[in-house]
């Protein structure tokens, strides 16, 4: 039996409206990452393999040993994923490589714990899915509106969906760094998915914690909106780095448009 736990049913996949759904698509994506200016190292890993349309951010746990080494794992274990024309397979081949980092994770040291989140966008025109645990996230940019596609894995979410504190307390409470799910940190991985269908023009934004927790939401869907795909995401990195840098940066921007 595997040891991934979807939280979801599987999902049963709709079939494209022909007329709309079914136009064929083009992805672009830009991606950086930052040292910041107040850790010695970089706990964050990132993959922008467009060819496969898959992209991942893994932000290695700083408060664990090696965070590096653990947020490699989960890019390494995804970096040879070849994509297939079954979507089912694709899915079971991705579940299975993130298994297969966490596996890696727990054997890198014993006595001992190291971390990562995950966020990956997997695109398979004319949908995209989500497969995440840890707080860090995707956003998408849809005719002017910008929606969080994944919801944090942390200890002040939890409080929130139980009333306890509201939305704007937990940008800044004390326990925000306290994440609930990681690769790496218990046997059983339990990853979380969703999916969408997309449109031409949406753009899609995976980030670690260490962009978003600097910037305000109005500043990242400002600058979200403007121009290609690598200025926007160096335009984010840059606001993030000014803001003092107190961790490591990692973003990427993906862009679907009409062929």
């Known amino acids: 039996m595997s040891s991934i736990k979807i939280d979801h049913p599987p999902i049963a996949v709709p079939e494209p409206d022909r007329q709309r759904d079914a136009v064929p698509l083009a992805w672009t994506s830009s991606a950086r990452t930052h040292v910041g200016f107040v850790r010695a190292g970089n706990e964050d890993a990132y993959l922008d393999a467009r060819e496969e349309g898959l992209w991942v951010v893994a932000d290695g746990m700083g408060g664990h040993s090696r965070g590096d080494q653990a947020s490699q794992a989960v890019v390494n274990a995804l970096v ?100 609930t799910r990681a690769v790496g940190v218990h046997d059983k991985l339990r990853l979380e998915m969703q999916y969408t269908t997309v449109h031409p023009g949406d753009r899609y934004l995976l980030c670690s914690d260490g962009l978003y927790k600097d910037l305000m939401r109005d500043e990242i869907k400002a600058l979200l909106e403007k121009g290609p795909a690598d200025y926007a995401v160096n335009r984010l990195v840059d606001l993030a780095l000014e803001r003092g840098g107190g961790d490591n940066v990692t973003a990427i921007v993906v862009q679907a448009e009409h062929i």
């Open 80 to 179: 040879t994923f070849q994509r297939s024309h079954d979507l089912t397979q694709n899915i079971e081949n991705l579940e299975a490589r993130l298994l297969k980092a966490n596996k890696q994770c727990r054997a890198m040291i014993k006595g001992k714990v190291i971390g990562s989140t995950v966020a990956a966008l997997f695109a398979f025109d004319p949908f995209c899915f989500f497969l995440w645990a840890g707080d860090s996230r995707i956003y998408r940019l849809r005719d002017g509106v910008m929606s969080q596609m994944t919801e944090d894995h942390s200890l002040v979410q939890e409080m929130c969906a139980l009333g306890e504190i509201t939305p704007e307390e937990a940008e800044h409470h004390p326990s925000s760094n306290i994440i």
